[in-house]
């Protein structure tokens, strides 16, 4: 039987438009939830929320800044609105860059975390409430990097290392009314964003050696990158009732990477 863990839920996904958001987003929606595409880009919310309606699903786009509270509190009331409360958060939308400490300008340092730590703050601090009236659950995109570093990643290790703080501060904070907060820390995974790293396009026929090469010689364990569907799958997995003596922890989806540091 097709597995429908989420039947009749509200569910709610930041940073929706493309990768592991995107995946996640669609899986909700394949195992019954109704999604809200939750991304700073309109557009590519948009586009999600078109693949899951086209294969039957429920879901609505919703234009957010997640750096930005009352572009968090709107969307916030946009969901209850239409949905009626949220069971689920999956608190994704994240950047990177990569640079040297001192090469790092402030304005940078400062947007990096504005996305990756304040961006999760604000929306679990106005979802929060509908989340304890469902006695629901917080799934956090952290990274593998929190536990082992590599040249050049200052702010984004140091952004994604909060993450962990913040995760089980919350778990503390919200156990009393069953709401559950984890992190799914992944590794090297196949999306735009990594593709937009190694100077490689969407579409460009170079990426799938260049992807080969990349898991080969920098991912050790399984030597392959991860999927953003396997990454999700994780996601899922933490934000249902199979995961409800989990909370607090964060689970590494890396294939082995962080095993060999």
């Known amino acids: 039987m097709e597995s429908l863990r989420f039947s009749g839920k509200s569910v709610v996904v930041t940073g929706a438009g493309s990768g592991i958001g995107r995946a ?21 919310a948009e586009s999600t929320t078109s693949m899951i309606r086209d294969t ?15 572009s968090v509190r709107a969307a916030t009331a946009v969901v209850v609105d239409v949905h009626g409360g949220i069971d689920v958060l999956a608190a994704n939308a994240g950047v990177n860059g990569f640079q040297t400490l001192h090469e790092v300008t402030v304005e940078d340092w ?21 989340l304890i009236e ?13 536990s082992g570093s590599r040249p050049g990643s200052a702010a984004y290790a140091s952004s994604k290392s909060a993450l962990a703080g913040l995760a089980r501060a919350a778990a503390l904070d919200y156990a009393a009314h069953g709401v559950r907060v984890n992190i799914v820390a992944p590794g090297t995974t196949d999306t735009s964003m990594v593709r937009g790293m190694s100077g490689v396009g969407e579409d460009d ?11 080969r010689d920098r991912m050790p364990g399984l030597q392959r990158m991860g999927t953003a569907a396997e990454v999700a799958a994780a996601v899922l997995m933490l934000a249902s009732s199979d995961a409800a003596f989990i909370t607090g922890t964060t689970l590494f989806v890396d294939g082995g990477m962080t095993a060999a540091l």
């Open 24 to 44: 996640a987003a669609v899986g909700f929606a394949a195992e019954g939830a109704s999604v809200a595409c939750l991304d700073r880009d309109a557009d590519n």
């Open 56 to 70: 039957g699903g429920r879901s609505f786009a919703v234009e957010v800044d997640v750096r930005d509270e009352e």
């Open 110 to 130: 400062d947007d990096m975390f504005a996305v990756n730590v304040r961006g999760v703050f604000l929306s679990i601090k106005h979802m929060v409430p509908y």
């Open 134 to 146: 469902r006695a629901g659950s917080v799934v956090i995109t952290g990274s593998a990097i929190q």
């Open 205 to 215: 026929d170079r990426w799938p050696a260049m992807r080969e090469a990349w898991g």
